[in-house]
């Protein structure tokens, strides 16, 4: 990285506080003088929560990727493909046996065992919904050798490879059996897992920045990479996220250099960015991303499924998404709760989200509902691109239909953190946030873990609708297209009924990067840093 000179350094820190921008650029600088190679990335947020089986939030998510490594990988046709074990899968389909393959160590030295991913596939099973389904299924999953964990079925369950190779939150990685141990809802202390990259505790200021270095120990799988199964190579020594919270900062940065990757520019600024020479601007996820409003069921007023139904119909996704995304070239309105243009897409339901004729009748359902004027405590990230604007224009829409509105400006780790509670609004809790999800995570009833109805074990907002959950069970033992088709229709019906959470429209979010980065991934969980490599 060339100099960086104090003006650079005063443009950068515009709008941020300095000690966001300068010491990210400064270590980056001395590491490029030592003579090695770093990537600077601003991600689409700040990294504050570090336990992936804490939140599903995608920062968390690509640190886990980071740090930890998975069993199994997922290749751009959707097969699941060995990544830290292989398997077999004996001929009545009810054991599956996993096995380890050679090299594999922790960050810390001692090697990789089946007692370790055995504590961490239960520990993931504990909040993951597909993995949820997955445990209905189980009759018993344990180490038989230091390499070898076997997992038995009360019956054949189709799901397993797909449930444990999901390359989205919640992903099963894998960490060391005393950090698995862990309890769920209590974060681990330590960041040590077996993947590319390692952590550098000493270097984290959380709302500043975070650091990886490369794992020298880590030996990657001989195929070539592909989302993400196949070799993971780390090509350089150092990755450092640093936080940006102005747009327009962030962009500045990358276009003098100042910065490698910019995850999530905001699609208004894309034709400042693309016609600049140095920079690449392509989207890493094709399938996009799904918005979603998810309410609280435990909570008045939307423990009334009378006044969740006024709420819904209040809203419309053409509404959310120009204020979101703008241009139509990268976003589509559908009603479809398993994701846009997918053999499972239906509108049945969604008729007046998607064409934004609801008021009159949510008028009418929420003076027909008892609703009493109880606020609705809807929290807004102030300092996420794109999720800043669904909550200010469902708050209007509210505020139209004639609820009482308590629109709470934060920012988006706080919302990560508080959305976990659940207490009363007044106590620190919340009746409504907003969240994206990627659409390969949404594609049918099973790994939508959205959908998910059964009460306090589902995700937050903790829905509760047995009648769902009946059929979600149908649809994981439905064997052809015919019939997984019509219950996915039924089950959509049902959860619009039940508002058990709001699709909102689906968008495509380009990332933008220097030129002088090679090996960028296409995938449904980017950005990953494997397999990139810099060029001065």
Known sequence: MPYVSRRTLLKLAAGVPSAIAAPAIWTSQASAAAGRKAITAVMHSDLRILDPVFTTAYITRDHGYMVYDTLLGIDASFKVRPQMADWTISDDKLTYTFTLRDGLKWHDGPPVTAEDCVA????????????????????????????????????????????????????????????????PGKQIAEQIGSGPFKFVQGEFQPGVKAVYEKNPDYVPRKEPPDWTSGGKVAKVDR???????????????????????????????????????????????????????????????????????????????????????????????????????TPLASDIGAETLIKGNGLAEAKKALAESGYDGTPVVIMIPGDNAILKSPPIVVAQRLRDAGFNVDAQVTDWQTVVSRRASMKPPKEGGWNMFFTFTGATEVMNPIVNGQIAANGKRAWFGWPEDAKLEQMRDAFARATSPEEQKKLAIDIQKEAYEQVIFIPLGQFRSPSAWRKSLTGVLEGPAPPVFWNVDKTE
């Open 120 to 183: 961490s596939l239960k520990r993931w099973g504990t909040v993951d919904g597909m993995a949820q389904k997955l445990a209905e299924f189980t009759a018993s999953l344990e180490a038989t050798g230091p390499t070898t964990i076997v997992l038995k079925l009360k019956e054949p369950y189709g799901l397993v490879l797909e449930s444990i190779a999901k390359p989205s939150s919640y992903v099963a990685f894998m960490m060391p059996k005393r950090l698995a141990e862990t309890p």
């Open 239 to 341: 990755i450092e996220w640093i936080t940006m919270p102005d747009a327009q900062t962030a962009v500045n940065a990358l276009q003098s250099g100042d910065i490698d990757f910019l995850e999530l520019p905001p699609i208004d600024l894309l034709p400042v960015l693309e016609p600049n020479p140095d920079l690449t601007v392509a989207v890493l996820n094709k399938f996009g991303f799904q918005i979603e409003g998810r309410m609280n069921f435990l909570h008045p007023p939307f423990d009334n499924v009378k006044i969740r139904r006024a709420a819904f119909l209040a809203l419309n996704q053409k509404d959310v998404l120009d204020a979101t995304i703008g241009n139509p070239k990268y976003y589509e309105i559908c009603g479809a709760y398993f994701a846009c243009d």
